[in-house]
């Protein structure tokens, strides 16, 4: 990544000609001034990220500071710019101000994600979700790829290996969790908070809210009444007591929308898992995905590749859906690819009847969602000693 710098042309300020009416700004001034100037995407102050490189002040009141933007080509130059510009206009002591753009280098990028991350969890309202729980939105670009069926595989997984996992339907209308993880149970609130579905999993647990479980008795009733898509998980987050858990997993609805972003906004230490088919075309459409999280500064864990090539019962393998796609995302977004699974009918008779593949079967499919959920678990230490899962035994 290039770090050079473009110089722009100073802007002279209105009754530029005479002398400024004040003594010029000191460097420490002028950082003050720029305090004031808020990276829109970041939701921080551009001094505060670390975009500010250089500041000089010359004794006649021209200023030129040099600004290192995420990207070179970044859509927001123009407000930056401007947003620089007015500040500094305001001291009378300022004759002319410059604006030099560099670029940042990928390390210093992902600094300045990960500080505007800390700010935006400093800024995020409370939640109900425990600091420690480790939050896990499953996204796509486009439906019908396999969110949910990832999700309940990798968290019925998860909990196969005695671990608590909380399993978020943020799929409001489209709900499909409690079908596949084969609950019915109605959600009930007790004293203003609503307990989710508990289910037993091997040594673990699944804590399940979803839309799909919500009854119209009065406590409850009354709690979602007026629910809105856009608060809808603003509700799941804050009214549920979910109580503790090692990992929360989100099922994202289709696409990159409001709902994403209202979770981004509540859950900022949100990591996103990117689910596509093999497609190679299907990538363009799922790197909006990661355009989004990359938007709202969650970090991307890595990218899983669902409908991966169908093995039949003679052992010949059909890629239905192509190859290559997750491989090719994961390389486009800077990430892991997490695994791939294959096409198998045991995936989806376990959505329909209610037992996840991944704990009921030992299919290669079963197989890969438990590498999956061994893959997360090892990022994280200390190094978690882990019970057998069905798939793996
Ligand atoms: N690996 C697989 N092999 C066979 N069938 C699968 C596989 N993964 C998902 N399916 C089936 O494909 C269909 C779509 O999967 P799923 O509902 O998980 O996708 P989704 O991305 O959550 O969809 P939506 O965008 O509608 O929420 C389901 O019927 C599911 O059982
Ligand atoms: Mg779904």
Known sequence: MSDSSTPEVPVRLPGSGSEPTAPPPSVDDVTGLLRAVVDPELGADIVELGMVRRVDVRPSGDVRVEVALTIAGCPLRAQ?????????????????????????????R??????????????????????????????????????SSVTVNVAAALASRGLTVGVLDADIWGFSVP?????????????????????????GLLKIVSTGLIVEAEETA????GLMLTKAVEQFLRDVRWGGMDYLLVDLP????????????LLPRAEMIIVTTPALAAQKVAIRAADMARRSYLRVVGVIENMTAFTCEHGTTYELFGSGGGGALAHDVGVALLGQVPMETAVAAGGDNGEPVAIAGTSPAAEAFCAIADLLIAQAAPPFDAASCTATA
């Open 254 to 265: 289709p696409g990159t929308g409001d709902v994403q972003m209202g979770l981004s906004r």
């Open 179 to 203: 079908r596949m993880l084969g609950v019915e149970d109605r959600l009930v609130a007790h004293e203003g908070k609503i307990h989710p579905i508990e289910k037993k999993v091997g040594g």
């Open 110 to 147: 992902s600094d300045v994600m990960a500080r505007a991350r800390r700010k935006a969890a400093d800024n995020a309202p409370d939640t109900e979700v425990p600091a420690a729980t480790r939050v896990l939105a499953v996204a796509s670009g486009k439906g019908g790829v396999g969110k």
């Open 80 to 108: 930056i710019r401007s947003d620089v510009v007015n500040r500094l206009e305001s001291h009378n002591g300022v004759r002319s101000v410059q604006v030099d753009w560099g670029e940042m280098t990928s390390e210093q």
């Open 222 to 225: 009354l709690m979602w009444r």
